[in-house]
């Protein structure tokens, strides 16, 4: 009898479909990620008049796109290794990337979501609309916003087996990331602090998110950030993919 | 595929695993003919589920062969794990689905296009059928291997792996998983199965491999090693009811010392 291989498309269809499954069952924490950047649109409501909408917009996607790639993809991933999930899908004939590439599709739907929810609250709440090409640009540069933070998300479950210090960590570098978005925002870091704060990960999603809500007023500065971002993504992505480790034991 | 891989279902040649520079795996060859239920005995850290995770394609050895239904499984490492059916020995399936939802998942992964009514028919058959809307975690042990076996099974592969499956049993499970191990060879698939459960070995197993400090140091027949080690002073020495079981042969052959 001729051993039959199943196709991958087969196979990422039924991963696709469980991984979907888990996320739905997971809403809640699908939920919480929104939390902050919507404590941001309603929060910062009054500011709209003076830094602009779309400036609000930015800095809330940013938020959300990190909680999802480090609280959400990250511990998830983490958890399922130290489970041994990850071993057991792997021992079937499915290529080892597809199981993550189910894994990240889900979460590409999860930034679109995101991007969403903060357009129509943003809209409805803090009167914040766009041109058609800027929503459609803002989306592209939200998904490439959330592979930064997928990315970074990658490298700190690479670094980390424990699925407790994983979780403890991402918490603490989420935090960090609305530390110095808020000072990096006040201008109280002082010149080189700001340049620091504006050229991290954090900055450059917001500068891309910002600019491409505007495109027209693309800049230089938005390609360098556009770049440095997809600098960030290759470094964070090679250095996830070496060190990760589908067995935590 | 060669003669020799018409009998053999599995072939393992020269096998050697290293983690860093701690070699647990020294030039381990062994193979498991097509309609037999072979075990791979030994102590804790003897080598048993590192052979058995090469075999499975979770780890890359550092050098030998593996050779599933044919397939060089570093050659063609996808078409040597369509042959396998496996169980882990510590399996464990997304926690938010229902069982219903994991057999669909594997059966997907597997290429099989299985309906609602097909799945149930299987849970039916291990008698769980009322829990297909249940999280695999809610299940008892029993419940929980029977539905790792099934999905080990469900693609009705060539050869099926299971690491220490009856570990935590209850002995009224251990048995129905004896009976389902049978079945398993009765349709004429071979299985490859650690344990650490001499009466296991000695009820189930066709022939067994005794693994050691990483290298096999016996293969035979349950009977034909207790048989060929009976008159060892070691083995009289470790007898405790004056007559010689498989446990006597191990113990004497692997020694008194407990493995950590």
Not at chain 1, 142 to 149: C, D, F, H, L, T
Not at chain 2, 75 to 102: C, D, N, W
Request: glycine share 8%; proline share 4%; hydrophobic share 45%.
């Amino acid at each position: 009898m001729e051993t039959i291989i199943p196709t991958t498309s087969a196979a990422l269809t039924s991963l696709l479909r469980a991984d979907f499954t888990t996320q739905w069952r997971n809403r809640r924490s699908v939920v919480l990620t929104l939390v902050v950047p919507v404590i941001i649109l309603i929060s910062w409501k009054p500011l709209v008049a003076r830094l602009g909408g779309p400036f609000v917009l930015a800095n809330s996607i940013t938020i959300g796109l990190f909680a999802a790639g480090l609280m959400g993809y990250t511990v998830a991933v983490a958890r399922d290794r130290d489970k041994g999930i990850f071993q057991r899908l792997r021992v079937a004939p499915v290529p080892s990337w597809a199981i993550m590439a189910s894994r990240l599709l889900v979460q590409v739907v999860m930034i679109i979501l995101i991007t969403t929810a903060v357009f129509v609250i943003g809209k409805d709440y803090d009167g914040i609309t766009l041109t058609v090409t800027g929503y459609i640009f803002t989306y592209l540069t939200a998904i490439i916003g959330g592979s930064i933070s997928l990315s970074l998300g990658q490298m700190i479950v690479g670094f980390i087996k424990n699925p407790e210090t994983v979780n403890a960590t991402t918490r603490l570098v989420y935090l960090a990331f609305i530390l110095v978005g808020m000072f990096g925002e006040l201008k109280q870091l002082g010149e080189i602090g700001d340049e620091a704060v504006h050229w991290s990960p954090y900055g450059t999603v917001k500068t891309i998110l910002l600019s491409s809500m505007e495109p027209s007023g693309w800049d230089s500065h938005a390609t360098g950030a556009l770049f440095l971002t997809l600098l960030y993504i290759v470094v964070f992505t090679t250095l996830g993919i070496k060190w990760f480790k589908w067995n935590s034991k | 595929m060669t003669d020799r891989s018409r009998s053999h279902i599995l072939t393992v040649e020269s096998l050697n695993i290293y983690y860093g520079k701690f070699q647990a795996v020294k030039d381990v060859s062994f193979s498991v003919l097509k309609g037999e239920i072979f075990g791979l005995l030994g102590p804790n850290g003897a080598g048993k589920t590192s052979t058995l995770s090469a075999i499975e394609g979770l780890l890359k050895p550092q050098s030998g062969t593996i050779n599933v239904d044919g397939y060089d499984a570093n050659e063609k490492p996808l078409y040597a794990r369509a042959s396998l059916g496996v169980q882990l020995q510590s399996t464990s399936f997304q926690p938010e689905l229902f069982v219903i939802e994991v057999l669909q998942l594997y059966a997907g992964i597997y290429g099989l296009k299985l309906g609602k009514d097909q799945i149930l028919a299987i849970l039916k058959d291990i008698n769980l059928e009322d829990q297909a809307y249940k999280k695999f975690g809610e299940l008892s042990g029993g419940q929980q291997q029977r539905i790792s076996l099934v999905i080990a099974t469900i693609h009705n592969p060539k050869l099926v792996l299971l690491d220490e499956p009856t570990t935590g049993l209850d002995p009224q499970s251990r048995r129905q998983l004896w009976e389902r191990i049978e079945a398993i060879r009765e349709r004429g698939h071979a299985v490859l199965l650690t344990t650490h459960s001499m009466e296991e070995a000695e009820a189930v197993c066709d022939r067994i491999a005794i693994i050691d400090h990483g290298r096999v140091i016996a293969v035979d027949t349950p009977q034909a090693m207790i048989d060929k080690h009976r008159d060892d002073p070691d083995v009289i020495a470790a007898s405790r009811r004056g007559r010689i079981t498989l446990e006597d042969v191990f113990i004497g052959l692997t020694g008194k010392e407990v493995r950590v």
